[in-house]
């Protein structure tokens, strides 16, 4: 069934949110505002949006280093996000995490990690916490192309599987890792299969089209919360930008990314639906100017915010004793 036209107009807000919130992130970057590694999630939005929409708050996220999309579709305020990517005390992490390392527990988003494959093995544990608890929650364990090469994924499938945890692992494949693509580093291009082996059952969902994304998002999560184990979805996407924000992709022609971007949007596909749906352009436009509203309020909330204390050098950290 179709969403009704209230939940797609929330959809494309929240779409619409992290592809100007991105976009502002990439000119601050180069005005040097941000340091350190910067991973864009344009073109992409339409995963963590439609997944996002079928979980319950008991329900836990972890994701990779392309993390700013799924921070503001679990809720997190765009000013801390954004502080937090300008180094400054309000961040989320005190802005000492920067990019790939913020989170919030409130949120039940447990990061944003720079290690490659690192978040699943953490996600597969924060499924065994729902499942020693007995809370009733899901765990979100995202990941992208690349990372479904990585040994520790494998290890974290043999463990959810045996356990039946309730765990959906996601990838997210825009076709490219860092900057090889699928084709040229990968026996087999149907990722969805990674799981066969364990038992874990697998299904490709067009990650440009909101309406199959919560399709198959909620058969995932109702499988795992009904304690039938984990469940794998590969999401077929796209990044429109670089691996991060010094790739300059030359990987790929410009006729390639403008052909995703004329036939694929995921969030003109919205618009279209909305349309459809007799939204009006006006409405649309209202909805536009309000998250650029709120991208430049989260601007000018980080700009005025100030550095950390010096103190906080020592804050937050593990101190071992010598022998």
Not at 173 to 183: D, L, P, Q, R
Not at 280 to 302: Q, R
Request: aromatic letters at 8%.
């Amino acid at each position: 069934m179709e969403p009704s036209k209230e939940a797609l107009k929330s959809y494309f807000e929240m779409m619409v949110l992290i592809r100007k919130f991105e976009e502002r992130c990439a000119q601050i970057y180069g005005m040097g505002k941000i340091g350190g590694f910067c991973h864009l999630y344009i073109g992409q939005e339409a995963v963590v949006v439609g997944m996002q929409s079928v979980i319950e708050p008991i329900d836990s996220v972890i994701t990779s280093y392309r993390d700013h999309g799924h921070m503001l579709a679990c809720g997190m305020d765009s000013g801390g996000v954004l502080a937090e990517l300008m180094g400054r005390s309000t961040g989320y992490s005190k802005g000492k995490g920067g990019s790939m390392h913020m989170f919030s527990r409130e949120k039940k988003f447990y990061g944003g990690h720079g290690i490659v494959g690192a978040q699943v093995s953490l996600g597969t544990g924060l499924a065994f916490a729902h499942k020693y608890t007995q809370d009733g929650g899901v765990c979100l364990a995202y990941m992208g192309d690349g990372a479904a090469h990585q040994g520790q994924v494998y290890e974290s499938f043999n463990m959810a599987a045996l356990w039946k945890l309730p765990v959906v692992y996601i990838i997210e494949n825009n076709e490219y890792s860092m900057g090889t693509s699928v084709a040229r580093c990968s026996a087999t291009a149907n990722l969805s299969t990674r799981g066969e082996s364990y038992g874990i059952p697998g299904e490709q969902v067009d990650g440009m089209d909101i309406l199959a994304i919560i399709a198959a998002g909620k058969r995932a999560v109702e499988r795992a919360r009904a304690g039938e184990g984990p469940i794998l979805l590969e999401m077929k996407t796209y990044r429109y930008r670089g691996h991060s924000m010094s790739d300059p992709a030359k990987y790929r022609s410009k006729e390639e990314v403008d052909d995703v971007k004329n036939t694929k949007d995921p969030i003109e596909k919205v618009r279209a639906l909305l349309l459809k749906q007799g939204v009006s352009e006006k409405d649309l436009e209202e909805i536009e100017d309000k998250v650029k509203a709120e991208v430049l309020k989260a601007v000018e909330f980080s700009e005025n915010s100030p550095e950390p204390d010096e103190a906080e050098l020592w804050t937050d950290i593990l101190v071992g004793e010598s022998a």
